[in-house]
């Protein structure tokens, strides 16, 4: 593994070897090059935008009146029990059990 500044470099060996620990430096900021030999074939970092609570992303929802399925047992209805936000097919009926 070759490390320099906010970036590593490593093969795929040594990704897969202490995947956690990458995880952990990528969410320190650092960026993981993943290499064959002297070929980079994938690129790991940091998601980047706005992270927001769960409550803020729904307080900016109702403000742009989506607010559809946003009512007080909003928690429940993430796990499929609401009618209103389970998927469709395409003839708009919910799928069976």
């Known amino acids: 593994m070759i490390e ?5 470099h ?11 620990a990458v995880l952990e430096r990528v969410r320190q900021g ?3 090059v ?5 070929r980079r074939v994938a690129l790991i970092k940091p998601v980047e935008g706005p992270r927001r609570p769960i409550d803020e992303c729904i307080a900016i929802a ?12 909003f928690a429940i209805h993430r796990n499929g ?6 998927r469709r097919d395409s003839r708009g009926e919910a799928p069976s059990a």
């Open 34 to 38: 993943v290499e064959e030999g002297h």
């Open 81 to 86: 029990s609401n009618p209103r936000l389970q």
């Open 62 to 73: 109702r403000a742009r009146g989506f607010d559809d399925g946003l009512d007080e047992d």
């Open 30 to 32: 650092a960026e993981v």
């Open 10 to 20: 490593m093969t795929g060996a040594e990704l897969a070897r202490d995947l956690h």
């Open 4 to 8: 320099s500044m906010a970036q590593l």
